[in-house]
């Protein structure tokens, strides 16, 4: 969405939304609030840590459209991340690879501040799709990236184009050795040119499907107020646009994010970026798409802790007549690439929200 223009219309979209000002803020909620909400959403692991703060910070993990497609359950010494299929995409993920990698990415946070918290434990994938994580009690453990659970996002913006150093390349690709994931890291510009134009392919393809449109749009959170009512979704906040009441956010998306301007601005995002990482899993199962989201979240708590931002951009993989050609031009033919997203340096942008630890125990 065109920041400027939208702002500009704020004033008289006021109006149109009725009741003025205070009519407005009581649609939309402040940026006040939010902050407020993200903070206590966000707070430290607290030294005398109980199992429901490690269930917050499993929740903070990356998740696919943001649905949270999870369930916890807590047992004796345990705790089991169960798949909540009414949270699944099935237009944009037809075979719940996504929402395992989600699971996976939640499991890596979990078994981190499982050891911070002196409840070290092991993950272990479960034929019905859940994974078990079963613990001990030991002394609390230092972990290194605890303290970038909660400061890690996906940070929709322009980078600064900076290269990264070598040397924290290769701390990134040290992060994510997971068993049975590769990770390949491309910083060569002319490929990364050849990945950008495959993900404008990808995001046109989505964006001219009014299926996967359909499905986006339900999970679009226009405003803090809404943002905060059901603790999910895409807030428009995160990707930096300012809030619109729930009957004008619609209409104002439809209008200006076109095809041609989401095209040209991720490909305005992939030229800032010096960098791209692609994971690729060495069998198509849900124990290894688990293991991939164990591995980028790995990858992503590393790099928030080196200072660099990240963002998915996964269109040519979602979009499955488009792998084999990433999948060749990465240098892996016949694989199929899991997940992809640029990384460099760049701005902090508000944080997205996640639900009560109440509303998702079983
Ligand atoms: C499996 C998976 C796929 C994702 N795909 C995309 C994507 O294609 N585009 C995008 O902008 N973000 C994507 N994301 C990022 C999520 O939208 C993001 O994690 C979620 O909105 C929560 O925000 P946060 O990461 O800032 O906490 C993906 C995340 C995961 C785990």
């Keep these: 969405m065109k920041r400027r223009t939208v702002v500009a219309g704020a004033g008289s979209l006021a109006l149109l939304a009725g009741g003025g000002a205070l009519g407005w803020r009581s649609r939309v909620g402040t940026a006040?609030?939010?902050?407020?909400?993200?903070?206590?959403?966000?707070?430290?692991?607290?030294?005398?840590?109980?199992?429901?703060?490690?269930?917050?910070?499993?929740?903070?993990?990356?998740?696919?459209?943001?649905?949270?497609?999870?369930?916890?359950?807590?047992?004796?010494?345990?705790?089991?991340?169960l798949p909540d299929p009414s949270r699944a995409t099935p237009v944009g993920d037809p075979d719940d690879h996504h929402l395992y990698v989600s699971l996976g990415c939640a499991a890596e946070n979990l078994a981190i501040a499982g050891a911070a918290s002196g409840r070290p434990g092991t993950l272990a994938p479960q034929a019905d799709g859940s994974i078990h994580y079963a613990w001990s009690r030991a002394e609390p453990r230092r972990e290194p990236l605890l303290a970038a659970i909660a400061r890690r996002q996906s940070t929709r913006a322009p980078y600064d184009g900076r290269p990264v150093a070598a040397s924290d390349i290769e701390t990134l690709q040290r992060a994510a050795r997971m068993p049975g994931v590769r990770l390949l890291i491309l910083t060569d510009r002319a490929q990364i040119d050849r990945v950008r134009d495959l993900v404008v392919a990808g995001n046109d393809a989505q964006m001219r499907d009014p299926a996967f449109m359909a499905e986006l749009k339900a999970w679009l959170r226009f405003n803090p107020r809404?943002?905060?009512?059901?603790?999910?979704?895409?807030?428009?906040?995160a990707n930096g646009n300012p809030p619109l009441p729930d009957v004008l956010g619609r209409p104002a998306f439809d209008a200006f994010v076109t095809a041609e301007a989401e095209?040209?601005?991720?490909?305005?995002?992939?030229?800032?970026s010096p960098g791209i990482a692609v994971f690729l899993a060495e069998r198509e199962d849900r124990a290894h798409w688990?293991?991939?989201?164990?591995?980028?979240?790995?990858?992503?708590?590393?790099?928030?802790?080196?200072?660099?931002?990240?963002?998915?951009?996964?269109?040519?993989?979602?979009?499955?007549?488009?792998?084999?050609?990433?999948?060749?031009?990465?240098?892996?033919?016949?694989?199929?690439?899991?997940?992809?997203?640029?990384?460099?340096?760049?701005?902090?942008?508000?944080?997205?929200?996640?639900?009560?630890?109440?509303?998702?125990?079983?």
């Design 32 to 81: 006040d609030a939010y902050a407020a909400y993200v903070e206590r959403l966000r707070a430290p692991l607290p030294t005398n840590a109980g199992v429901g703060d490690l269930v917050r910070y499993a929740t903070l993990a990356a998740n696919s459209h943001n649905t949270q497609p999870w369930r916890f359950r807590i047992g004796e010494h345990s705790l089991d991340i």
């Design 226 to 237: 809404s943002a905060m009512a059901t603790g999910d979704g895409l807030y428009s906040g």
């Design 263 to 272: 095209n040209e601005r991720y490909a305005r995002h992939i030229d800032s």
């Design 290 to 362: 688990i293991a991939v989201g164990r591995a980028c979240q790995r990858f992503a708590l590393t790099a928030t802790t080196l200072g660099l931002r990240h963002a998915y951009i996964n269109q040519p993989i979602e979009v499955a007549r488009l792998r084999p050609e990433l999948a060749t031009l990465v240098g892996a033919p016949g694989m199929r690439p899991d997940l992809m997203l640029r990384f460099g340096y760049g701005p902090l942008l508000p944080y997205s929200p996640r639900r009560p630890v109440a509303a998702i125990l079983v």
